[in-house]
């Protein structure tokens, strides 16, 4: 869902949404120059929330200013796909397919591992934290409460990659987080899988008792299930 989508958001939010969406999108074409007055006409709102904007866009690798020129549109390999906003219009767009093979490339390649150095360095603490959030994950599941669900699966995923101690997988996190809220989003009512969260709960005791092989193992299967 997107900021246009969603009541009570700002004139900057809805802005930016639109444009970044147009560009991610196609209807403002690679290498299309756009002006501020030709943005403000386009959304609605005044030059200074697009000029933020477009400070955003440039920002996230979608636009590129130019004294006396104004903003053209660069081409997709310029964008940072790690952003969340990037990730979020490119799932909602005619761009989803592809979107979400990377995605589940990115995370086959990356969580695995994560979830092998969480078990060989977590904390004593993460460990409990970890079991906790393993049986609300269940819990959730049983009630089909998708709010509660969601949460305690970006916590149990963020709380992997802190646990993993490594800055680089670390970098990934919001990327993984925008497609896991993308994924839940989505869910139809009663559809939270039981086996799904029972594969997490499975996760977060291989990492309390430090067995990383199993770790491992149980995220592949958790990626193959949802991603």
Do not use: Y
């Amino acid at each position: 869902m997107t900021a246009t989508d969603r009541p009570g958001t700002s004139a900057f939010e809805r802005t930016l949404d639109r444009i970044g969406s147009d560009i991610v999108e196609g209807r403002l074409a690679s290498g299309a120059v756009c002006t501020v007055e030709g943005l403000t006409a386009r959304t609605g709102h005044s030059r200074s929330v697009v000029r933020e904007a477009t400070r955003v866009l440039g920002g996230l690798g979608l636009l590129e200013g130019k004294a006396h020129v104004g903003h053209t549109v660069l081409p997709s390999e310029r964008w940072d796909w790690l952003q969340p906003r990037v990730l979020r219009w490119s799932l909602a767009s005619g761009r989803r397919d592809a979107t979400l093979l990377a995605i589940r490339e990115l995370r086959t390649a990356t969580e695995p591992e994560c979830a092998r150095l969480a078990a060989e360095r977590r904390s004593g603490a993460a460990g409990l934290e970890l079991r906790a959030i393993g049986d609300a994950l269940l819990d959730a599941a049983a009630a089909q409460d998708v709010a509660a669900f969601l949460d305690a699966d970006l916590r149990l995923h963020r709380l992997l990659r802190q646990a993993a101690a490594n800055p680089l997988l670390d970098r990934v996190g919001d990327a993984i987080d925008a497609a896991l809220r993308d994924r839940v989003d989505r869910l139809p009512a009663g559809a939270i899988d039981l086996d799904d969260a029972a594969l997490h709960r499975d996760l977060a005791s291989a990492v309390e008792r430090r067995d990383g092989d199993a770790a491992a193992a149980a995220m592949r299967a958790i990626i193959v299930r949802t991603a």
